[in-house]
T-cell receptor, first 109, second 114 residues
């Protein structure tokens, strides 16, 4: 059974700082997704990573995928308050998306 | 706004009852997925339909069932409700089936079982 682990589960950052969220998974897959969820809201698709070495960037967020290491990272550059949310990675395996537990990000000014 | 709609937004009911959650996918999307989000279980995939046919099944209880209609909207039926069924239920849609198609999530239905 596929396990998807995110760390940290909670991250408190200062504005302007950089940090990385890690997503490890237990079984080979080359399909990984990142989502953002604001409190009480739905999930917003951030990135779709479909091959080993894939790197995608949008604003202050950059995601990458290393399928050999079974690892994806979500890098935050120069954090701003608006990035405060819960971030989920999800791995596609066995005809379904398996989600990590989520990383709660709080950006403090 | 993802273009996926779900009704109702909130539902409060009692144990033992039955409810139906409704989802309309984005225009042009043929796949519908149902997910359950709770504090103790996190986000879990329940079931997927593609153009009216069941395509994938996750951790869906036997008390739960779903279907996708010819107009592509989908309904999730939850019966013999228990306290533990209280959760946020999301519907998502995509143009194709499974990977690599991006899934777009609806606003969710918050179910409270008293």
């Amino acid at each position: 059974e596929l396990k998807v682990e995110q760390n940290p589960l909670f991250l408190s950052m200062q504005e302007g700082k950089n940090y990385t969220i890690y997503c490890n998974y237990s079984t080979t897959s080359d399909r990984l997704y990142w989502y953002r969820q604001d409190p009480g809201k739905s999930l917003e698709s951030l990135f779709v990573l479909l091959s080993n070495g894939a790197v995608k960037q949008e604003g202050r967020l950059m995601a990458s995928l290393d399928t050999k290491a079974r690892l994806s990272t979500l890098h935050i550059t120069a954090a701003v308050h608006d990035l405060s949310a819960t971030y989920f990675c999800a791995v596609y395996y066995g005809n379904k998306l398996v989600f990590g537990a989520g990383t709660i990000l709080r950006v403090k000014s | 706004d993802s273009g996926v709609t779900q009704t109702p937004k909130h539902l409060i009911t009692a144990t033992g009852q039955r409810v139906t959650l409704r989802c309309s996918p984005r225009s042009g999307d043929l796949s519908v997925y149902w997910y359950q989000q709770s504090l103790d279980q996190g986000l879990q995939f329940l079931i997927q339909y593609y153009n009216g046919e069941e395509r994938a099944k996750g951790n869906i209880l036997e008390r739960f069932s779903a279907q996708q209609f010819p107009d592509l909207h989908s309904e999730l039926n939850l019966s013999s409700l228990e306290l533990g069924d209280s959760a946020l239920y999301f519907c998502a849609s995509s143009v194709g089936s499974g990977s690599p198609y991006e899934q777009f999530f609806g606003p969710g239905t918050r179910l409270t079982v008293l």
